[in-house]
């Protein structure tokens, strides 16, 4: 019988510079939320407590209850695991409020003048600390200092509106780089505005199966919905280990210890030390997502763990898909006919395929670049990702969140076929 016992400590400091029609809000919430947590064979019995002074001031979690789970089969074991033990500080704790508000404020003057009519910035500043101590002694803490930026643009053109968005998180190494990142991002948010204006309706002869390259953004969310398929909890589908689901080319990681990324991790929530663990190689699947239960049952190590106050379940940090030897523009020399998908507004998974909905999409003619049009879905069946014919040197980083989590990609170009609407 294997058990786990450990508490939990999570503050939290949450500061919001809003600016939203003419109107600039700075909201601000603090939270303190202690948590006792004990595992029997993987089954989980969690209590918390928000704004408790101590953790004498709500109930312990029950043995008794477990027990229960456990004759009766549920629980199925737990693997052995390298803990972690020891101080993480990400980032400073260090901004300016009035800075950030005489920046925002400029900013949407300086986009009103280029014709925008309806502009919001959202800047968040993070400070989160977790404490996790297990009852065998080891102790590890985390210091975390987020900046989260969402721009919003509508303009009019033509008696209709467009619209244009972009998100980004950063860890804030120096504060100087704040009015950097949000101005980097506003300037994405307006650049996907513009290539929605003079947007021609889509040919009848491009509907249906098609070459389609999809930028780092696109092909960013792309592996970010396979990501789903390598937890082994996922209810609708996991992808087997030893299957081939793309050319050789295609490799993915997990790589927990990117410097440039906001997901950097040294231990996940069940204590255990993060590594680097290869998922695809060779365009086979060698591994999954992990918590210490799952790893139990694939023989495999855990470390993907996320959840504090409830049962952890396992996805990725910063998932990376490995660039190839392709320039960006030898891809669309090299494509007589097919379709350019610039971001991502939507992804999804769904039966055998996963489910895309463009920022922006171009026509690619005779190895150009042409009109900008508008392509309501990108459906790329899970087979045909055996179809991928480039990849590209060129990587960029997408952020995004997975429940409440920040989670990052890092993706090339790829082109494959996929059917558009």
Not at 2 to 14: K, M, T
Not at 179 to 208: D, F, H, Q, W
Not at 210 to 231: G, M, Q, R, Y
Not at 375 to 391: F, G
Request: charged fraction near 25%; glycine fraction near 6%.
């Amino acid at each position: 019988m294997n058990i786990y016992e450990d508490r939990v400590s999570l503050r939290e400091r949450y500061v919001e510079i809003g600016y939203r029609d003419d109107s600039i809000e700075v909201n601000e919430l603090h939270s303190n939320v202690l948590g006792k947590r004990l595992c029997l064979n993987g089954c989980w019995h969690i209590t918390s407590c928000q704004d408790c002074s101590s953790f004498n001031n709500f109930p312990d979690p029950s043995r008794l209850t477990l027990e229960i789970l456990n004759r009766e089969g549920l629980c199925k074991g737990l693997a052995d695991a390298n803990l972690f033990d020891g101080k993480v500080r990400l980032g400073v704790n260090s901004f300016d409020v009035n800075e950030i508000v005489k920046l925002v404020i400029d900013l949407c003057s300086e986009l009103r003048a280029l014709g925008i009519s309806k502009c919001e910035i959202i800047v968040t500043f993070r400070h989160i600390e977790k404490t996790i101590t297990s009852s065998n002694g080891y102790e590890a803490y985390e210091e975390r200092n987020l900046i989260e930026v969402d721009v919003g643009l509508v303009s009019m053109f033509r008696s209709l509106p467009h619209f244009g968005s972009a998100f980004t998180a950063t860890i804030l190494w120096k504060p100087k780089e704040i009015s950097k990142l949000i101005e980097k991002t506003a300037k994405e948010a307006y650049n996907n505005l513009m290539r929605n204006k003079n947007v021609r309706v889509l040919s009848p002869y491009m509907i249906g199966k098609n070459v389609i390259i999809l930028d780092s953004k696109a092909s960013a969310a792309l592996v970010h919905e396979i990501s789903h398929l390598l937890d082994p909890t996922y209810a609708v589908r996991v992808l087997k280990r030893g299957v081939t689901i793309a050319p050789p080319e295609f490799e993915l990681i997990d790589d927990p210890f990117r410097y440039d990324s906001p997901s950097i991790r040294f231990f996940d929530d069940e204590l255990v030390r993060t590594q680097r663990r290869h998922l695809i190689e060779g365009g086979r699947i060698i591994d999954l997502h992990h918590t210490r239960s799952t790893a139990l049952h694939y023989n495999s190590v855990p470390g993907s763990a996320y959840g504090l106050f409830h049962k952890p379940i396992p996805f990725h940090t910063t998932l990376v898909l490995s660039q190839g030897d392709w320039k960006v523009n030898e891809m669309i020399e090299e494509t007589r006919s097919g379709i350019l998908i610039n971001g991502v507004a939507l992804a999804t998974l769904e039966m055998g395929y996963i489910r895309l909905i463009p920022q922006n999409a171009s026509i690619i003619k005779h190895g150009e670049v042409q009109d900008n049009v508008k392509v309501r879905e990108v459906k790329i069946p899970l087979s045909n990702l055996r179809t991928i014919n480039a990849i590209s040197k060129e990587l960029n980083i997408r952020t995004s969140k997975e429940r409440d989590w920040i989670v990052t990609e890092v993706a090339p170009y790829i082109r494959l076929e996929a059917y558009v609407t």
